[in-house]
């Protein structure tokens, strides 16, 4: 494991702190210099451009972006106000999509973020925490994959992946990234199923969340960057890929691949879907 990456998705967490009520947050003093910025005003137009984003998603920004006023000592026991920002996993998120990318530890920062959001909202969603087992989680986690498949192929065309060969090459750059260079073929040969088996419908709830997350990311890349030409789109679901694969291998999770091959999501009980529309 290479040790900057190892020791800065450490360094998020260490600086995470904790209100009176066990919610989470992030100093924007302490965001700043982990993320290399020499002073804190050459990190406030990230924050600007991160509150910005904020707004355009729908959300409010002083839910995720509060103002305080911190202390800080200056000598002989003195001590002086410094303005800082409470800042919520979101914010966190979306100001290192906006912070310098050429920065190791800023696209360290992009990877860690992006994926705790999303296993953030996963489990914030009301019909997620309603599921009790493995099938129903199965069969949530299933769906939300299609939908986001759907959303990912509209972005895979908008930057020039047109023709379904193209799509299906782009869709293998993805899997090699996040499989350790196993293509669709590669990862039918290793889970035993047959050339007609659809991959994700054998895949346990811990595989589909990462394949999701893979998903989801790839698109918003996609859109965020402008990314246009096939291979451009490939070298970016690809390295997606390998970004996934790369904080599954950092928090001690299985590789994909390893995971056991589930039976057929078209066989979990008619009762299980029925929870899931209700």
């Not at 193209?166 to 996040?178: E, P, S, V």
């Not at 994700?200 to 990314?227: C, P, V, W």
Request: proline fraction near 2%; hydrophobic fraction near 35%; aromatic fraction near 8%.
């Amino acid at each position: 494991m290479n040790k900057l990456s190892a020791i800065n998705l450490t360094i998020f967490e260490q600086i995470k702190q904790l209100d009176n009520l066990d919610n989470e947050w992030w100093s924007a003093r302490d965001m700043a210099k982990v993320l290399e910025y020499s002073e804190f005003r050459h990190f406030k137009p990230v924050i600007e451009k991160a509150k910005e984003a904020c707004k355009k998603s729908g959300h409010t920004i002083v839910d995720h972006f509060e103002d305080f006023l911190g202390m800080i000592e200056t000598g002989k026991g003195a001590k002086r106000e410094f303005e800082n920002i409470k800042l919520s996993r979101y914010a966190c998120y979306l100001i290192v999509q906006n912070a310098d990318s050429t920065k190791e530890v800023v696209a360290l920062g992009q990877t860690y973020f992006a994926i705790q959001t999303r296993l953030q909202e996963i489990r914030q969603m009301d019909e997620y925490n309603r599921l009790d087992s493995e099938s129903e989680k199965r069969l949530f986690l299933r769906n939300e994959m299609k939908k986001h498949n759907i959303q990912l192929a509209d972005a895979a065309k908008n930057a020039g992946v047109i023709e379904p060969i193209d799509y299906a090459i782009f869709q293998n750059h993805g899997y090699k990234g996040l499989y350790g260079g196993l293509d669709a073929k590669g990862i039918h040969k290793r889970k035993g199923l047959k050339g007609n088996q659809n991959i994700l419908d054998h895949m346990g709830s811990t595989e589909l969340a990462a394949n999701l997350f893979r998903a989801t990311q790839t698109e918003e890349k996609l859109r965020r960057e402008n990314i246009k030409g096939k291979q451009k789109a490939n070298e970016t679901h690809y390295e997606i890929g390998k970004k996934v694969r790369k904080t599954i291998e950092e928090i001690g999770g299985t590789m994909p691949e390893n995971l056991p091959t589930a039976d057929s999501i078209k066989f979990i009980e008619p009762k299980n879907r029925e929870k899931l529309k209700e």
